[in-house]
């Protein structure tokens, strides 16, 4: 049980697919994606992918069930209605952010990484970063690459500071303005100099952030 303004870090499951959804409308508003519960659905269990949810007790009188659909444009949530069949309890977890990868043959390519703009800065995204690598290192993955939007100086920082470099651009990639992506990648992160950086931020994301974070 996590308390006020605590979080931890868990595997997806299907409980959190709605909530997953709102995040990603969210953060990715600009590329006007929308998906369909069954693609969240196959991508959760995915056996070659992971995806991850930070999460914290239910906000006080949230109900996440109501908020993401008046906000869509009425043929999506024409689409939308097999939404409405998931069941939530009151008791359900709050999800903060959420974060995933895909595996591939030596490579993770992470595919998400979201936090709800009302808690970004607090940590949140760090520590998912920190949960991915630690879970592609468990998988013997050797490097992890990602596309991100060129003017997202927010996301490459942080991949900066975990040792992503830019190792080329994709042109036009974003359809919905052109933006171009750039590519980003790690070097080998079983590498004793990868881990030994990795352990030192991860431990200074510990200690400065030890009142919310709680390891499960
Ligand atoms: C990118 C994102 C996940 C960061 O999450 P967050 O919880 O706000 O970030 P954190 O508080 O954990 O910050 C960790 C690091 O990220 C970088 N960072 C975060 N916000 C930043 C900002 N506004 N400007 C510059 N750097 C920033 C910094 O390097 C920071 O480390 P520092 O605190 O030592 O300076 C969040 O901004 C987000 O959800 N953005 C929308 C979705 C997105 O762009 N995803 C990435 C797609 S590739």
């Given at each position: 049980?996590?308390?006020e303004?605590?979080?931890?870090?868990?595997l997806a499951?299907?409980?959190?697919?709605?909530q997953?959804a709102e995040?990603?409308?969210?953060?990715?508003?600009?590329e006007?994606?929308?998906?369909?519960y069954?693609?969240?659905?196959?991508e959760?269990?995915n056996p070659?992918?992971?995806?991850?949810?930070?999460?914290?007790?239910?906000?006080?009188?949230?109900?996440?069930?109501?908020q993401?659909?008046?906000?869509l444009?009425?043929?999506?949530r024409?689409?939308?209605?097999?939404?409405?069949?998931v069941?939530?309890?009151t008791n359900e977890?709050?999800?903060?952010g959420?974060?995933?990868?895909?595996?591939?043959p030596?490579?993770?390519?992470?595919?998400?990484?979201?936090?709800r703009?009302n808690?970004?800065?607090?940590?949140i995204?760090?520590?998912l970063?920190?949960s991915?690598?630690?879970l592609?290192t468990?998988?013997?993955?050797?490097t992890?690459?990602?596309?991100v939007?060129a003017s997202?100086?927010?996301?490459?920082?942080?991949?900066?500071k975990y040792?992503?470099?830019?190792v080329?651009?994709r042109?036009r990639?974003?359809s919905?303005n052109?933006?171009?992506?750039?590519?980003?990648?790690?070097?080998?992160?079983t590498s004793a100099s990868?881990?030994?950086?990795?352990?030192?931020?991860?431990?200074?994301?510990?200690?400065?952030?030890?009142?919310?974070f709680?390891?499960a």
């Amino acid at each position: 049980m996590v308390g006020e303004n605590q979080y931890t870090i868990r595997l997806a499951e299907d409980r959190d697919i709605h909530q997953v959804a709102e995040i990603d409308q969210e953060a990715f508003s600009e590329e006007q994606l929308f998906r369909s519960y069954a693609s969240y659905h196959r991508e959760i269990h995915n056996p070659l992918a992971r995806y991850i949810v930070a999460c914290a007790e239910e906000e006080h009188g949230l109900n996440t069930n109501k908020q993401i659909m008046p906000e869509l444009p009425w043929y999506k949530r024409l689409l939308s209605h097999n939404y409405h069949n998931v069941k939530y309890t009151t008791n359900e977890q709050y999800v903060l952010g959420f974060a995933g990868f895909w595996i591939m043959p030596d490579e993770g390519h992470i595919t998400a990484l979201g936090v709800r703009s009302n808690h970004r800065c607090s940590g949140i995204g760090e520590r998912l970063l920190i949960s991915l690598i630690d879970l592609a290192t468990q998988l013997s993955i050797k490097t992890i690459t990602l596309e991100v939007r060129a003017s997202n100086e927010a996301a490459q920082s942080l991949y900066r500071k975990y040792g992503f470099q830019a190792v080329g651009r994709r042109p036009r990639y974003y359809s919905n303005n052109r933006e171009d992506a750039v590519l980003m990648s790690t070097n080998t992160i079983t590498s004793a100099s990868f881990q030994a950086h990795f352990q030192e931020l991860k431990e200074a994301h510990r200690q400065r952030w030890k009142e919310s974070f709680i390891a499960a």
